[in-house]
């Protein structure tokens, strides 16, 4: 047994020992200071020299492999724990893994329907329903996927405006006025159809005494749970293979809108986003629209072999 394995294995039996790890516990390490080893052999360099940039290097080769930043994180702990111990040793004078840090993981693309789903989640209608809650659900749905608005926006609407509304509609303007992030104030226009379901919904919505545009059936503002709640069980009667919550319709709306006019900065200011790089991954969702068209679409696209 070489030096560097004679150490590693003190080390596992340190862990195993005075830590009082778990067995499975102590198999990833070996996995982990197995591959730890096998960098050091490649570089040609002993475990008691390694350097910060062979750890990254290292680290960067396991990421061009494929390994996730989770993935790299996990053994880069088990690294640090490795040479931690071999300082309270005093065989080496650094931790070379201190500083070094797994890749971050790509931002996830957020989840948005197509626009048949949008569409038809929109046109729902249910028979079985009495008419106050259908008219004030069919609204929700109309305003959240025609405005883009967050969920904590549209339950803070008022009827109308006054001194104390964090939000209202202006149905003579064909606006919607909402407090959003960072107590930012936005006007957002409403199309036709959701204008058409809210005019439908104050009707019936009849003169409570709360001043919240959207009520429960106890008359009381309604929440953004019960929004949750009432869009999961309208997508799912609609016949929409996933379960649609309140942002995925906000995602929708951005995604769409892009789609047909390229303007970002334009959604940027419907959405209300402080800065255009949080708006700047619809781009990216819009990317993968086209690549899954151009996919189903043009003859070339799954050729794998043969002349270019």
């Known amino acids: 047994m070489d030096a560097g394995a004679a150490l590693v294995e003190r080390y596992l ?3 195993r020992v ?7 516990t102590v198999e990833l390490y070996a996995l982990d200071l197995r591959k730890l080893q096998a960098g050091a052999e490649a570089a040609g360099v002993p475990l008691l020299q390694v350097q910060a940039a062979h750890v990254r290097r290292w680290v960067a080769q396991m990421h061009g492999a494929g390994r996730s930043g989770r993935g790299i994180a996990l ?7 490795f040479y931690t111990w071999l300082g309270r040793e005093g065989l080496v004078n650094a931790n070379p893994v201190v500083d070094v840090r797994a890749p971050r993981a790509p ?3 957020p989840k948005a329907l197509s626009v048949d789903d949008s569409v038809r989640l929109a046109s729902f209608h249910r028979e079985d329903q009495d008419p106050w809650t259908e008219a004030r659900d069919a609204a929700i749905v109309e305003l959240l996927y025609g405005c883009g608005l967050r969920v904590g926006e549209l339950v803070g609407l008022d009827l109308q405006a006054s001194a104390q509304a964090r939000g209202w509609i202006d149905l003579d303007a064909a606006d919607a006025h909402v407090l959003g992030k960072g107590a930012k104030r936005r006007s957002v226009p409403v199309g036709a159809q959701a204008l058409a379901a809210l005019k439908a919904w104050i009707a019936a919505r009849g003169q409570a005494l709360e001043p919240a545009l959207f009520l429960n059936t106890r008359g009381r503002r309604l929440s953004a749970h019960g929004v949750w709640t009432l869009l999961r069980r309208r997508s799912l009667l609609a016949g929409l293979a996933t379960p649609v919550h309140p942002h995925m319709l906000r ?3 951005a995604s769409h809108v892009l789609q047909s006019s390229a303007d970002l900065r334009g959604v940027q200011e419907l959405l209300g986003h402080a800065h255009i790089a949080t708006t700047q991954v619809y781009t990216r969702l819009d990317f993968q629209h086209l690549a899954q068209a151009y996919d189903a679409a043009h003859p070339r696209a799954r050729r794998k072999g043969g002349a270019g």
Do not use: T, Y
């Not at 005075?18 to 499975?24: C, D, F, I, T, V």
């Not at 053994?75 to 724990?81: A, N």
């Open 18 to 24: 005075e830590k009082r790890l778990a067995e499975r």
């Open 75 to 81: 053994i880069l702990s088990g690294w640090r724990g």
């Open 13 to 15: 039996e340190h862990v």
């Open 107 to 109: 931002r996830p693309l």
């Open 251 to 253: 995602h929708s709306f």
